[in-house]
C-alpha cells in the first residue's frame, strides 16, 4: 500500500490523481453514512461493487441486494447520524484497488425530535474500494465495535 503522506511529501507527476482517488474513497464513506441516516438505501447500496459485502456483528450480507433488504429492516421509528472520523485510505500498489479505515461515532434515537439519545455506539470501518468503469466503489466493508 502507498501511505498517502509520503506523496505528500515527495511529490511525483501522478500525484494528483493519486490524491484524486483518495478523496473519491474518503468520499465513499461519507456518502454512505449520509445516505443511510437519510434512509436513502438505493443511493447507499449503489456506492458498493456489484459483488460488494458488508460485515457487521459477524454477519456478513452478500451483494447490493442482501445490504439493501438489511437497511429496509432498520426500524423506523429509530433516526441515525453516523459521525465518521480519521479516514485514512491508501492506494494499492497496482492502482485498481485501496484500503480505508475510518472511525464511527453512531447516535440512535428516536424520531420524537426531542434531543433524546438513546444509544452511543464507537466502531471502526475497514472498507476495501476497487476502481470501477463507473468510478471508485466500496468491495467490502466490516464494522468492528470498540465499545
Known amino acids: 500500500?502507498?501511505?498517502?503522506?509520503?506523496?505528500?511529501?515527495?511529490?511525483?507527476?501522478?500525484?494528483?490523481?493519486?490524491?484524486?482517488?483518495?478523496?473519491?474513497?474518503?468520499?465513499?464513506?461519507?456518502?454512505?453514512?449520509?445516505?443511510?441516516?437519510?434512509?436513502?438505501?438505493?443511493?447507499?447500496?449503489?456506492?458498493?461493487?456489484?459483488?460488494?459485502?458488508?460485515?457487521?456483528?459477524?454477519?456478513?450480507?452478500?451483494?447490493?441486494?442482501?445490504?439493501?433488504?438489511s437497511m429496509h429492516a432498520r426500524p423506523a421509528e429509530i433516526d441515525t447520524r453516523h459521525v465518521c472520523t480519521n479516514i485514512r485510505i491508501d492506494i494499492g500498489p497496482d492502482s485498481t484497488s485501496a484500503r480505508g479505515t475510518s472511525y464511527l461515532t453512531l447516535y440512535r434515537g428516536p424520531k420524537s425530535g426531542d434531543g433524546t439519545v438513546a444509544a452511543t455506539v464507537v466502531a471502526e470501518f475497514d472498507d476495501r474500494y476497487q476502481r470501477t468503469p463507473g468510478g471508485w466503489r466500496i468491495a467490502s466493508r466490516v464494522v468492528r465495535f470498540a465499545f
Open 1 to 69: 500500500m502507498t501511505d498517502c503522506a509520503n506523496h505528500r511529501e515527495n511529490p511525483h507527476p501522478d500525484n494528483t490523481t493519486h490524491l484524486t482517488w483518495v478523496a473519491e474513497c474518503e468520499r465513499l464513506c461519507l456518502d454512505f453514512a449520509y445516505f443511510v441516516d437519510r434512509r436513502d438505501y438505493a443511493r447507499a447500496v449503489a456506492l458498493f461493487t456489484a459483488d460488494g459485502t458488508f460485515t457487521r456483528n459477524g454477519d456478513t450480507l452478500h451483494g447490493p441486494g442482501a445490504i439493501l433488504q
